[in-house]
């Protein structure tokens, strides 16, 4: 199993539209967990970092299940601009190696007028 | 505030030619990466510092040295560079341990023929 798995979509949708990612982790003693957002041909940015109890900034939702080992990224109201490629990404365990932060290998979404 | 600057922004190089890609972050942080990103393989860690007069292997390392020269500069050194290295790389930094947010410069994208 990989250490941390998306869908690589693309996931092409109407503008307006909800769509949701999905991510799973499989190293259970992960504690930081976050989205990045990366447009073509550019770096990688923090997008929101996500929280046990789920967090929510503006249209973008986060929620983890730690139980589940799933972290998942809802887009509500898509915009042509949240077009890009968006990466789940895992941290160490606290007092762990600081090197160990997994990025997924990214999904794809393409918003359509 | 610069952020994280990478130089060059592009190079191509003949096999076996050697070179050095340059990195400096002006934001105090503790920490420094190295990644290359390939089409289908997402980010993968070449080497890191968690602080200043530190240096560690990441997941591919192999045909690469680096050297942290100070608190502000990491830089990744090709010594006989393959056709294999051709890819696109981050240099990254973070404040500390804990896995928190962090912060890429925009990118080396480097061809070796």
């Known amino acids: 199993r990989k250490e941390v798995e998306q869908d690589p979509g693309p996931f092409n949708v109407p503008e307006g539209a909800t769509v949701a990612f999905n991510c799973t982790y499989s190293?259970?003693?992960?504690?930081?967990f976050f989205w990045y957002r990366q447009d073509c041909r550019k770096e990688p940015k923090l997008l929101m970092s996500?929280?046990?109890s789920g967090n929510e900034d503006g249209r973008f939702t986060a929620q983890l299940n730690r139980a589940s080992q799933y972290i998942s990224l809802l887009i509500r109201d898509s915009k042509l601009s949240d077009s890009a490629t968006y990466l789940c990404?895992?941290?160490?365990?606290?007092?762990?190696?600081?090197?160990?932060?997994?990025f997924g290998k990214g999904t794809k979404l393409s918003v359509k007028p | 505030n610069a952020g994280v600057t990478q130089t060059p922004k592009f190079q191509v190089l003949k096999t076996g030619q050697s070179m050095t890609l340059q990195c400096a972050q002006d934001?105090?942080?503790?920490?420094m990466y190295w990644y290359r990103q390939d089409p289908g393989m997402g980010l993968r860690l070449i080497y890191y510092?968690?602080?200043?007069?530190?240096?560690d292997k990441g997941e591919v390392p192999n045909g690469y040295n680096v050297s942290r020269l100070n608190k502000r500069e990491f830089s990744l050194r090709l010594e006989s560079a393959a056709p294999s290295q051709t890819s696109v790389y981050f240099c990254?930094?973070?404040?500390?341990?804990?896995?928190?947010?962090?912060?890429f410069g925009s990118g080396t994208r480097l061809t070796v023929v």
């Open positions: 990254a930094s973070s404040r500390g341990t804990g896995g928190g947010g962090y912060t």
């Open positions: 190293n259970s003693a992960s504690q930081s």
């Open positions: 996500v929280y046990s």
């Open positions: 990404v895992v941290g160490p365990n606290y007092g762990g190696s600081q090197g160990n932060l997994i």
């Open positions: 934001m105090n942080h503790n920490s």
């Open positions: 510092s968690a602080s200043e007069g530190t240096t």
